[in-house]
Protein backbone atom coordinates (compact mmCIF):
# COMPACT_ATOMS: atom_id res chain seq x y z
CA UNK A 1 0.00 0.00 0.00
CA UNK A 2 1.29 3.29 -1.35
CA UNK A 3 1.91 5.88 2.15
CA UNK A 4 -0.65 8.55 1.56
CA UNK A 5 -1.99 10.97 4.14
CA UNK A 6 -5.59 11.43 4.61
CA UNK A 7 -6.80 14.78 5.31
CA UNK A 8 -10.51 16.26 6.18
CA UNK A 9 -11.78 16.19 2.76
CA UNK A 10 -10.30 12.20 2.17
CA UNK A 11 -12.45 11.73 5.44
CA UNK A 12 -15.51 13.95 4.34
CA UNK A 13 -15.14 11.87 1.06
CA UNK A 14 -15.16 8.75 2.52
CA UNK A 15 -18.12 9.10 4.85
CA UNK A 16 -20.40 10.66 1.96
CA UNK A 17 -19.44 6.78 -0.03
CA UNK A 18 -20.69 5.06 3.03
CA UNK A 19 -23.73 6.77 2.92
CA UNK A 20 -24.41 6.17 -0.35
CA UNK A 21 -20.97 4.42 -2.96
CA UNK A 22 -23.39 4.90 -5.77
CA UNK A 23 -23.31 8.62 -5.39
CA UNK A 24 -21.31 10.45 -8.41
CA UNK A 25 -18.54 12.66 -8.55
CA UNK A 26 -20.91 15.65 -9.55
CA UNK A 27 -23.02 14.86 -6.28
CA UNK A 28 -20.12 14.42 -4.19
CA UNK A 29 -18.06 17.96 -5.68
CA UNK A 30 -21.53 19.15 -4.86
CA UNK A 31 -22.01 18.27 -1.60
CA UNK A 32 -18.54 18.47 -0.19
CA UNK A 33 -18.20 21.80 -2.03
CA UNK A 34 -15.08 20.74 -4.31
CA UNK A 35 -14.73 20.55 -7.81
CA UNK A 36 -15.14 17.26 -9.65
CA UNK A 37 -11.89 17.05 -10.76
CA UNK A 38 -10.85 17.33 -7.02
CA UNK A 39 -13.27 14.49 -6.38
CA UNK A 40 -12.13 12.42 -8.95
CA UNK A 41 -7.90 13.11 -7.94
CA UNK A 42 -8.73 12.03 -4.85
CA UNK A 43 -11.01 8.81 -5.41
CA UNK A 44 -8.58 8.20 -7.35
CA UNK A 45 -5.78 8.46 -4.71
CA UNK A 46 -7.28 6.98 -2.62
CA UNK A 47 -8.53 4.17 -4.35
CA UNK A 48 -4.96 3.45 -5.57
CA UNK A 49 -3.59 4.04 -2.30
CA UNK A 50 -5.57 0.92 -0.64
CA UNK A 51 -7.71 2.95 1.56
CA UNK A 52 -10.68 2.07 -0.81
CA UNK A 53 -10.70 -1.66 -1.78
CA UNK A 54 -13.31 -1.62 -3.10
CA UNK A 55 -17.49 -0.87 -3.64
CA UNK A 56 -20.23 -2.87 -2.42
CA UNK A 57 -23.88 -2.84 -1.29
CA UNK A 58 -25.49 -2.98 2.06
CA UNK A 59 -28.65 -4.93 2.07
CA UNK A 60 -31.86 -3.98 4.26
CA UNK A 61 -32.05 -6.30 7.03
CA UNK A 62 -35.68 -7.81 6.10
CA UNK A 63 -34.52 -8.83 2.83
CA UNK A 64 -31.43 -11.03 4.47
CA UNK A 65 -33.92 -12.55 6.67
CA UNK A 66 -32.72 -16.01 5.63
CA UNK A 67 -29.28 -15.57 6.04
CA UNK A 68 -27.44 -16.86 9.45
CA UNK A 69 -25.21 -14.86 10.82
CA UNK A 70 -22.52 -15.45 13.52
CA UNK A 71 -19.67 -14.14 15.25
CA UNK A 72 -16.80 -16.87 15.45
CA UNK A 73 -13.95 -16.38 18.12
CA UNK A 74 -11.19 -18.17 17.21
CA UNK A 75 -7.67 -19.16 19.40
CA UNK A 76 -4.49 -19.89 17.49
CA UNK A 77 -1.96 -21.66 18.30
CA UNK A 78 1.41 -19.73 19.20
CA UNK A 79 2.60 -16.78 16.81
CA UNK A 80 0.05 -18.53 13.53
CA UNK A 81 -2.12 -15.42 13.57
CA UNK A 82 -1.15 -14.12 10.27
CA UNK A 83 -0.89 -17.65 8.52
CA UNK A 84 -4.55 -18.34 9.88
CA UNK A 85 -5.63 -15.04 8.80
CA UNK A 86 -4.54 -15.42 5.38
CA UNK A 87 -6.75 -18.39 5.01
CA UNK A 88 -9.38 -16.87 7.01
CA UNK A 89 -9.41 -14.53 3.80
CA UNK A 90 -10.02 -16.79 2.05
CA UNK A 91 -13.94 -18.03 3.02
CA UNK A 92 -15.81 -15.74 1.07
CA UNK A 93 -18.41 -16.58 4.16
CA UNK A 94 -16.49 -14.73 6.45
CA UNK A 95 -17.05 -11.09 5.83
CA UNK A 96 -15.00 -9.70 8.60
CA UNK A 97 -11.78 -10.91 10.13
CA UNK A 98 -10.81 -8.74 13.61
CA UNK A 99 -7.49 -9.12 15.73
CA UNK A 100 -8.52 -8.71 19.44
CA UNK A 101 -7.01 -8.94 23.40
CA UNK A 102 -8.58 -11.10 25.97
CA UNK A 103 -9.35 -15.37 25.78
CA UNK A 104 -9.27 -15.39 21.85
CA UNK A 105 -6.89 -14.25 18.86
CA UNK A 106 -9.03 -13.68 16.26
CA UNK A 107 -12.81 -12.47 15.78
CA UNK A 108 -14.86 -13.64 12.47
CA UNK A 109 -17.91 -12.31 11.30
CA UNK A 110 -19.70 -15.02 9.30
CA UNK A 111 -22.91 -14.90 6.76
CA UNK A 112 -23.79 -17.97 5.31
CA UNK A 113 -27.14 -18.66 3.65
CA UNK A 114 -28.47 -21.57 5.74
CA UNK A 115 -27.22 -24.06 8.25
CA UNK A 116 -25.94 -26.35 5.85
CA UNK A 117 -23.61 -23.78 4.65
CA UNK A 118 -22.93 -22.47 8.18
CA UNK A 119 -22.12 -26.08 9.31
CA UNK A 120 -19.76 -26.29 6.54
CA UNK A 121 -17.80 -23.22 7.22
CA UNK A 122 -17.14 -23.93 10.81
CA UNK A 123 -15.80 -26.91 9.76
CA UNK A 124 -13.36 -25.46 7.65
CA UNK A 125 -11.61 -23.25 9.88
CA UNK A 126 -11.92 -25.66 12.52
CA UNK A 127 -10.08 -27.93 10.15
CA UNK A 128 -7.32 -25.11 9.27
CA UNK A 129 -3.47 -25.68 10.30
CA UNK A 130 -3.02 -23.27 13.09
CA UNK A 131 -6.69 -22.95 14.70
CA UNK A 132 -6.44 -24.63 18.59
CA UNK A 133 -10.05 -23.96 19.06
CA UNK A 134 -13.51 -21.67 18.17
CA UNK A 135 -16.93 -20.90 19.75
CA UNK A 136 -18.90 -19.31 17.59
CA UNK A 137 -22.67 -17.48 18.11
CA UNK A 138 -25.63 -17.21 15.99
CA UNK A 139 -26.72 -13.91 15.81
CA UNK A 140 -30.54 -13.99 16.40
CA UNK A 141 -31.96 -10.44 16.60
CA UNK A 142 -30.28 -7.15 15.61
CA UNK A 143 -31.30 -3.71 18.03
Same mark, same amino acid.
Given at each position: ???? +????????????? #????? /??????? !????? !??? $???? #??? #??????? +???? $?? #????????? !???? +?????? *???????? *? @? @?????????? +?? $???? /????? /???? $??????????? %? @?? %??????????????????
Amino acid at each position: MTPY +IYDSLDKQLIIAL #RNNGR /ASISELA !SQLKV !SRG $TIQN #RLD #RLIGSGA +ILGF $TI #RMHEQLETD !SIKA +IMMIEV *VGKSTSQV *V @Q @QLKGIPALVK +IH $TTNG /AWDLI /AEMN $TPNLTEFDRIL %R @QV %RELEGVLNSETSIMLTSM
